[in-house]
């Protein structure tokens, strides 16, 4: 045996030696029971995903282990996992994931215990594939009342020469509310039927007035606050957020107004179809516990300045006090059309816009 | 490679991979077995077939780096075996990927993994000379320095140096006009300075510990011929080759799987990089793995351009300087300007490599409110929030212990991995690992924890009762594979030096093959091996692509946490719960450095010392 081979040997020795003994003794602090009641797996993206889980347990005794991240790396995960999902439920922002879930059939029909209100109804889906269980809104428009002097009515006013090199919104290949908005503006101005152009014309005409693209909420809000530009088109929670944690001084005066049409963007529980029976009875029970009157109120205790700033989907359901009112004039962009176009108008945007 | 992993035998027909030898005796009772000279001529037919530590290695190899690379690649040809598609062969993913941008992208890569490695390697061993080889104040910090600069997120210089340069930002506050900087910086100089800073830390290992190793009498040698200091450089970077390229082929590998420096600091600029449309792929839905795996083809060519240079530049060379005669190299006294001038270059680089990140974290950990309208105030309260919280400690803990056993278990393995390719030139194995190991660099991180979804969460291994995906076990594995590679590169350098004969030394005089290993060979390269554990530990701490696709349900890695907090906008408190898992990571870099001095025998710390 040469020198490199006893090296190898001597070396996969004491690997082993380390790895078992390092990862047996973590492992043994993660183990879980066998029992009737099978844990569920919720892989979830949103700010009141770990107090949701933790009231359900303590009202049913049904276990929740939280995958808690944002949405792409989850949604990466879930994509890689097809062969051989390892998630019972899935909770994130924006339907068009879901959508594309539904049409490789991963998904399992549910008709949850709910009373929907206009907006709710507008969300659910046919096949009742998945469930909405409240909704923000893309775009809102915030802005420095200090400063600007002019509100915008439409999108089309921001083509204006009030607005040159004042307006700034996020990058949709790193802003994951950001596609669900330029998608809005498309559907609003061309739709499923009259095509991407005249979005694309719209964007194309917003770019020669100057637009500013920055990364993601925080980045937008922060060119906001340092003057680089009057106006911001965020999601509507974080703008909301904002307002509530800045404090208005005389330079520093934020508000939002949302100009027609807004685009709904819900949060969406989806439960795999692969589950056991007994997951699946469970995985219906935590959907109708989330849309229960009970749910909603535990899903305000969450993020109080973020992603429970939501409007409620189903009647009766309590809402946090900062959140305005609903826009009055709102869309529901079909997630199965604009879903699949996805890549092809974030690449153009970054071609084009960016 | 000669060793062979399977052997035939005759009793079953079947191969065997146990490796048991089929000697006469094997025949089955009654069966008429051959004759002794049958079984000689047999068995020097028949291919002497061992499962030897080596064929080991490799297979370990093969099932955490080439498996799930391999896999992913094959996505791009056949979506269907993998469940992502229908088509059991296209290329419809390639004719998706291989558009204008996807080929601008590519050329802007190259140029900035080019220039990014060249300036690393340059500043990397201009620091390293600079540190062992002359008498400049305060060298002794720079091993913190180095760390520091490896810990540092690129995402906290990219913030630093915006809220220097940006409108209405610090440099326009204190009533400097930045604007003619912020130009130039935002787009493909910034994104190479911020790449640079990241990959001049692998650089100064990778070189540091090789220019340890080379004695003084090259240099020597060059003056008594009358060489002057010019001469003796050219010659001591000959022959830290194998160290160079390493630091050239690691950095220029990183630099092109980048998408985030890219992403922030461009975004204004619209500087496209080969990644942009391989993450544009798997980040929006439908997520398209077929895309990805053809743009990381796109990229394993840009990694076997980078192999065939260093191939050719290292060629039919020998690099083994250090033996038992290598004489301590000597410190060059240096005059009271030069001293001057090595000193505010140094800060230069210590303020711009370190002190704008410090800042930009500063601005995001200490300023209430941050990313708010309104006024800031400057507080700790982010600080106190995240110390007291489980959501710091826990996963804090957690990525710690599997840093540390990741780091232990890497460098034994690194070690050899490092002896392999220092024969690079010989065998077909150190090519065949040179390649995997810096494909599995140049492909996202990503891209490496996809390939390890795809291959052990099969339905077909389930079946067989292998339950890796969703456990530690398997989470520590993807984090083995994917610091490996830059570790291996990192001792590369120090292990291309040894020479034989100094074991044949130990051996002629009676030392068995593991004590000879142990007390000639262990000794010199001690300290790189010490290195690059803490290189190991303090880059899984806060690795994040990985951590984010294979950690188990109910166990968070730190890097998880602390992206969700700033995905949640919690600019404050993830950036306060960042700093300090840093600062929790240079405590134990300290401690380390510490405990080699107090615990290694003297001579162990002398050799490839100075005088």
Redesign the interface.
């Known amino acids: 045996?040469n020198?490199?081979?006893?090296?190898?040997?001597?070396?996969?020795v004491?690997?082993s030696v380390?790895?078992l003994a390092?990862?047996s003794?973590?492992?043994a602090a993660?183990t879980s029971a066998k029992s009737a009641v099978e844990p569920l797996?919720l892989y979830a993206?949103e700010?009141f995903d770990a107090v949701v889980p933790k009231a359900f347990t303590a009202k049913t005794g049904i276990p929740v282990?939280?995958?808690?991240?944002?949405t792409?790396?989850l949604?990466?995960?879930v994509?890689?996992?097809?062969?051989?999902p390892?998630w019972s439920m899935l909770w994130v922002d924006?339907a068009?994931?879901f959508a594309?879930l539904d049409s490789q059939g991963q998904l399992l029909p549910y008709q949850a215990n709910a009373s929907w209100n206009a907006a709710g109804k507008s969300i659910l889906p046919a096949d009742h594939s998945y469930n909405p269980t409240g909704t923000t809104v893309m775009a809102a428009l915030i802005y420095?009342a200090a400063r600007a002097t002019d509100v915008p009515k439409t999108y089309q006013d921001l083509l204006g020469a009030a607005y040159t090199g004042k307006v700034g919104m996020n990058?949709p290949?790193?802003s994951g509310p950001t596609?669900p908005f330029i998608a809005g503006v498309m559907n609003q101005l061309g739709g499923t039927s009259g095509g991407i152009k005249a979005g694309e014309t719209y964007f194309a005409k917003l770019k020669a007035n100057g637009v500013?693209?920055?990364?993601t909420?925080?980045d937008t809000?922060?060119?906001?606050?340092?003057?680089?530009i009057q106006y911001g088109l965020i999601q509507s929670s974080?703008a909301t957020?904002?307002v509530v944690?800045?404090?208005?001084?005389a330079d520093?005066q934020?508000k939002v107004v949302y100009l027609p049409k807004s685009t709904l963007l819900p949060s969406i529980i989806g439960i795999d179809k692969k589950i056991s029976a007994v997951q699946q009875a469970e995985a219906k029970k935590f959907v109708d516990y989330v849309l229960s009157p009970e749910g909603q109120a535990v899903m305000l205790t969450g993020?109080p300045t973020?992603?429970s700033l939501f409007w409620p989907v189903v009647n009766s359901a309590p809402s946090l006090k900062a959140l305005p009112a609903f826009p009055t004039d709102y869309q529901t962009i079909d997630p199965v059309f604009w879903?699949?176009k996805?890549?092809e108008i974030?690449?153009w945007f970054?071609?084009n816009v960016? | 490679m000669s060793h062979q992993l399977v052997t035939f035998d005759r009793d079953t027909g079947r191969s065997r991979l146990d490796g048991t030898h089929v000697g006469a005796g094997a025949w089955p009772v009654g069966a008429e077995g051959p004759s002794p000279d049958e079984i000689t001529r047999s068995q020097s037919r028949r291919v002497r077939a061992r499962f030897?530590?080596?064929a080991?290695?490799w297979v370990?190899i093969g099932a955490i780096i080439i498996l799930p690379i391999a896999l992913f690649l094959c996505v791009a040809f056949s979506p269907a075996l993998?469940?992502?598609g229908t088509e059991w062969f296209t290329l419809s993913a390639f004719a998706t990927a291989l558009n204008g941008?996807l080929l601008l992208g590519f050329v802007n890569s190259l140029v900035i993994g080019v220039t990014t490695a060249v300036l690393s390697a340059a500043i990397a061993f201009g620091l390293a000379w600079i540190v062992q080889r002359t008498d400049a104040p305060g060298r002794r910090i720079w091993t913190g320095v180095i760390f520091a600069l490896l810990l540092t997120p690129s995402y906290l210089v990219a913030l630093g140096w915006e809220r220097l340069l940006?409108?209405?930002?610090v440099l326009q506050t204190l009533g400097f006009d930045p604007s003619g900087a912020r130009d130039v910086f935002y787009g493909p100089v910034g994104i190479v300075v911020v790449l640079t800073v990241k990959g001049v830390p692998f650089a100064y290992l990778a070189i540091s510990n090789a220019l340890r190793g080379l004695g003084h009498e090259f240099e020597d040698a060059v003056r008594v011929h009358g060489g002057g200091p010019f001469a003796s450089i050219t010659v001591v970077i000959t022959l830290l080759g194998p160290a160079i390229w390493a630091a050239l082929a690691i950095v220029f590998a990183e630099s092109v799987s980048d998408f985030g420096v890219a992403?922030?600091l461009a975004?204004?600029a619209?500087f496209?990089v080969a990644t942009?449309?391989l993450?544009?792929?798997?980040?929006?839905?439908?997520?398209?793995?077929p895309?990805a795996a053809a743009v990381s083809w796109i990229l394993l060519i840009l990694v076997v351009l980078a192999l065939v240079a260093q191939g050719r530049a290292l060629r039919g060379r020998s690099y083994r300087v250090l033996g038992g005669r290598s004489r301590p190299a000597v410190r060059r006294r240096l005059s009271r300007p030069a001293k001057t001038t090595v000193s505010v270059a140094l800060i230069g680089f210590v303020v711009a490599a370190l002190g704008v990140p410090a800042f930009g974290a500063v601005s995001a950990s200490l300023i209430s409110?941050?990313?708010?309208?309104?006024?800031h105030e400057w507080s700790l309260a982010n600080y106190s929030r995240v110390i007291g919280s489980p959501s710091l400690s826990d996963p804090l803990a957690?990525s710690a212990?599997?840093a540390?056993?990741t780091a232990?278990?890497t460098v034994?393995?690194a070690?050899?991995c490092a002896?392999?390719l220092a024969?690079r030139g010989t065998t077909a194995g150190g090519r065949l690992l040179d390649l995997v190991l810096l494909a599995a660099v140049a492909l996202p991180g990503?891209v490496f924890a996809?390939g390890y979804?795809?291959a052990y969460?099969?339905?077909i291994t389930?079946a067989l009762g292998i339950h890796l995906?969703?456990?530690?076990?398997l989470l520590?594995l993807a984090y083995?594979a994917t610091a490996l590679p830059s570790t291996s590169r990192v001792l590369v350098g120090s292990m291309s030096q040894i020479q034989?004969s100094m074991?044949h030394a130990s051996r002629v005089h009676g030392q068995g093959?593991?004590r000879s290993?142990l007390s000639i060979v262990l000794p010199v390269i001690a300290r790189p091996v010490i290195s690059a554990w803490l290189l190991t530990y303090t880059a899984t701490l806060l690795e994040l692509?990985v951590s984010?696709?294979l950690?188990?349900?109910?166990?968070?890695p730190i890097s998880?946490g602390i992206?969700?907090a700033l995905?949640?906008?919690d600019?404050g408190g993830g950036t306060a719960m960042e700093i300090l898992a840093i600062l929790s990571a240079l405590a134990v870099v300290g401690l380390g450095y510490l405990l080699f001095r107090i615990l290694t025998p003297p001579g162990w710390r002398h050799l490839g010392g100075t005088q």
């Open positions: 045996m020198v490199t081979a006893r090296l190898a040997a001597f070396g996969l004491a690997a380390v790895a390092g990862c003794s973590i492992a993660g797996v993206a700010g282990t939280v995958v808690d991240d944002s792409g790396p949604l990466t995960k994509a890689a996992e097809r062969n051989n390892q924006g068009t994931a594309a420095n990058d290949s790193q596609y500013k693209v920055f990364p909420n925080g809000l922060h060119a906001l606050e340092t003057g680089q974080a957020g904002e944690k800045a404090k208005a001084t520093f934020p993020d973020g992603d879903g699949a996805q890549p974030v690449t970054d071609t960016k | 030897t530590p080596l080991a290695f370990l993998l469940g992502q941008h940006e409108p209405n930002g992403s922030t975004n204004d619209h496209t942009f449309t993450y544009n792929a798997v980040q929006a839905y439908p997520v398209q793995f895309v409110g941050l990313g708010t309208l309104g006024t957690y212990e599997l540390a056993i232990t278990v034994i393995l070690v050899v002896r392999v024969s990503i996809a979804i795809f969460n099969l339905p389930q995906y969703g456990t530690t076990a520590f083995l034989e074991m093959a593991v290993w692509p984010q696709l950690a188990p349900p109910g166990s968070q998880v992206t969700a995905s949640k906008y600019f």
